[in-house]
């Protein structure tokens, strides 16, 4: 599966973005989704991951309650809706994709063998 990150951009404190990633090359559906970020000089870090539809979605406690994830099989799209953005929020987001993970280990990042190439997010003071 291919994967294609969009929506980035910069925005002010305490606004909304919605970042997209289409995939191209096989279905979602089968797949466990997740986005992780990066920000300047620090390790990519989870924030959120949907092991398969209508499953339990997860949240790192930092996005908890702010953010969403959102899968649509039929657009072959997952979505990161993110309100009440904070400057802590800035780093670069990617979307991931995987196969083979399991519930416990949806937040590592080393579970997931597919990833797009990063979205900015800017969140200004």
């Known amino acids: 599966v291919q994967l294609q990150a969009s929506g980035g951009g910069l925005v002010q404190a305490g606004g909304s973005l919605r970042l997209s990633c289409a995939a191209s090359?096989?279905?979602?559906?089968?797949?466990?989704l997740a986005w992780f970020r990066q920000a300047p000089g620090k390790e990519r870090e989870f924030v959120a991951a949907?092991?398969?539809?209508?499953?339990?979605?997860q949240y790192s406690d930092s996005v908890r309650g702010r953010f969403t994830i959102i899968r649509d099989n039929a657009k072959n799209t997952v979505y990161l809706q993110m309100n009440s953005l904070k400057v802590e929020d800035t780093a670069v987001y990617y979307c991931g994709a995987s196969r083979t993970v399991i519930a416990s280990t949806l937040s590592n990042r080393g579970a997931f063998a597919y990833w797009g190439q990063g979205t900015l997010v800017t969140v200004s003071s």
């Open positions: 090359g096989s279905t979602i559906s089968t797949y466990a």
């Open positions: 949907n092991r398969n539809s209508g499953g339990v979605r």
